[in-house]
């Protein structure tokens, strides 16, 4: 009988402690899927997952402002993450970005033939009007399609030629890597022709407005967000520009603006990619800094 109890003892022994073991279990996976609560009973959500790494982009000047914000604002948020931002022109981002010399090339406009089999793959982030500006003693307030392509192109050089004032007109333009000039190529001037040899080229969209300013009779382009009021905007076909006119079909001067990755992104480009997609992103700052969201487009 002793040794019947023993080997009963022994076995309720067992049974409790895989009761234990089951218990414990149970409770591990309770706390694996379930969000953890501070001190006050209060649910608060996971960690994101942290990102690490150095992000460089190069490129469009017009794309500029936003892309150094958002570089701001996501390094705020990750700490781990350098995100270094230049200008240089479309031409020079998609180059760079070809070669793998930075993460990211930014555009003004869509790579083109001169890419095909580069492996560039395309991220739409916001859309940047383009309006075409004079210096303020320039008289003129709209201008047609047909009137702007003669005069950058140097059939037009009189502002009275247009309705203005008796005054010689200087272009003020931008280099050739530029995605502005591509842009206003494409949308303003006649098929096949080319901006005047006088016209006077800078290297980016601030350089342009500054000259634009300074400089009797001249007109030049550039993307809205660096408009101030030190020039004049004119209509374009007569319509004012304004984010409506876009929507509504009416001003055609804008551009996709294009954020170009060699392949598929890694982890932490994909990361900053998709907070410039953000709604707090393309809500709070795009509009802000004067670009219209991207899904305002598709709607």
């Known amino acids: 009988m002793f040794n019947v109890s023993k080997k009963a003892v022994t076995l309720g022994m067992v049974a409790t402690l895989a009761a234990g073991l089951m218990v414990g279990c149970g409770t591990s996976s309770n706390t694996d ?48 993450v350098t995100v270094d931002v230049t200008g240089g022109g479309s031409g020079t981002g998609l180059k760079q970005v070809a070669e793998g010399t930075v993460t990211i090339g930014n555009s003004d406009v869509e790579s083109g033939k001169d890419y095909e089999g580069k492996g560039l793959v395309d991220h739409q982030v916001a859309v940047a009007p383009f309006v075409l500006v004079t210096n303020k003693d320039v008289t003129l307030t709209n201008i047609t399609k047909e009137q702007a392509g003669k005069i950058f192109t140097g059939e037009i050089t009189n502002w009275k030629d247009v309705g203005g004032k008796d005054e ?31 016209a006077i080229a800078q290297d980016s969209t601030g350089a342009l407005r500054q000259t634009v300013e300074q400089t009797a009779g001249a007109i030049g382009y550039m993307d809205a967000p660096y ?10 076909e007569g319509v004012e520009y304004k984010a409506d006119n876009i929507f ?52």
């Open 227 to 236: 408009v101030t009021d030190k020039i004049n905007v004119l209509k374009y």
């Open 33 to 80: 899927t379930s969000n953890k609560t501070g001190d006050a009973g209060k649910t608060t959500e996971p960690a994101q997952a942290e990102v690490s790494g150095k992000i460089t982009a190069a490129g469009s000047t017009a794309l500029l402002p936003l892309v150094k914000q958002a570089a701001t604002e996501f390094q705020t948020k990750h700490s781990k």
């Open 248 to 299: 509504n079909g009416t001003y055609k001067l804008y551009a996709f603006e294009h954020m170009y990755t060699k392949g598929e992104p890694d982890k932490t480009t994909k990361a900053f990619l998709d907070y410039m997609m953000s709604d707090e992103f393309q809500t709070k700052f795009v509009e802000e800094l004067k670009f219209i969201p991207v899904s305002k487009m598709k709607k």
């Open 168 to 198: 010689k007109i200087t272009i003020i333009g931008r280099a050739e890597s530029s995605g502005s000039r591509k842009l206003i190529k494409q949308l303003v001037l006649p098929e096949g022709k080319d901006f005047a040899k006088d």
